[in-house]
């Protein structure tokens, strides 16, 4: 899961698995689809395919890419490490919440 | 309107040291839910009151989640219904419910979080599960 969601950091990346969503396309056909260089979009599609979300098939000496929707986890162990992250959160705010109005408390006195 | 299936729902616990009253206040109060769950939120703790999160996603996209408080006892209990409002997420308004409890343990507060009536994931419905999936991602990223 951290690894689809470090490669779905970058903007261009999810533009690219948007791409080849449906269909199966050729490195300089993604590329031709963007304003940098091919070099550029090979690197973010090698990211995508360490991260298991597209997969590489060999057509001569083309090499196309295709997204991999499974490999990204399901929508409720998406939501389920939402909820663990915020509710991090929520305790380290909640006790330092608590702290504080202690810490109110002792100055009254 | 179709109903469909649901997965078991998701269980959180935690044990928190604060008490009952501080961290309740972490899911009514707007400051204070702000400094964990959402980047901006309208309350109305009360049944039938509106809970209204905006999370913020990356790229500048707010996520739009539109709940309503379903049960709301002060300092151990409080429900409500979590969906969005963007249609490119797929969990409808009133969709799935979230319950909180928070009960006094060891000086603390020991709090259990049940999100249900999540969807199953659209196995075989490729193109909406994908993009669904893509926008939530995008959605959660800091």
């Known amino acids: 899961m951290q690894a689809s969601l470090d490669a779905l950091a970058e903007p261009r990346r999810r533009e690219i698995l948007a791409l080849i969503r449906d269909r199966e396309l050729a490195a300089g056909e993604i590329a031709a689809n963007f304003e940098v260089t091919r070099s550029a979009i090979s690197q973010h599609v090698g990211v995508l395919k360490l991260a298991g979300l597209v997969t590489e098939r060999r057509e001569g000496t083309k090499r196309l890419y295709r997204a991999r929707p499974e490999g990204l986890a399901d929508l409720r162990a998406f939501i389920d490490e939402f909820w663990s992250e915020r509710l991090d959160d929520l305790v380290r705010e909640a006790e330092r919440e608590e702290r504080s109005s202690k810490h109110d408390h002792a100055s009254d006195n | ?142």
């Open chain 2, 1 to 142: 309107m179709t109903t469909r299936a649901t997965t078991e729902p998701i269980v959180h616990e935690r044990q928190i040291e604060a008490t009952p009253e501080t961290v309740f206040a972490f899911f009514t109060d707007p400051t204070k839910l702000t400094r964990w769950l959402a980047v901006d939120a309208t309350l109305d703790p009360r049944p039938g009151g509106i809970c209204h999160q905006t999370h913020d996603g990356r790229n500048g996209v707010e996520y739009l989640m539109r709940g309503e408080f379903v049960e709301v006892e002060f300092p151990s209990r409080v429900v409500f219904t979590w969906g969005f409002e963007n249609d490119d997420i797929d969990l409808r308004p009133g969709e799935t419910t979230v319950e909180v409890t928070l009960e006094p343990r060891d000086g603390g507060t020991w709090l259990t979080l049940v999100h249900r009536d999540l969807p199953q994931s659209e196995r075989g419905d490729h193109d909406s599960g994908w993009a669904t999936m893509l926008d939530r991602l995008a959605a959660a990223l800091p």
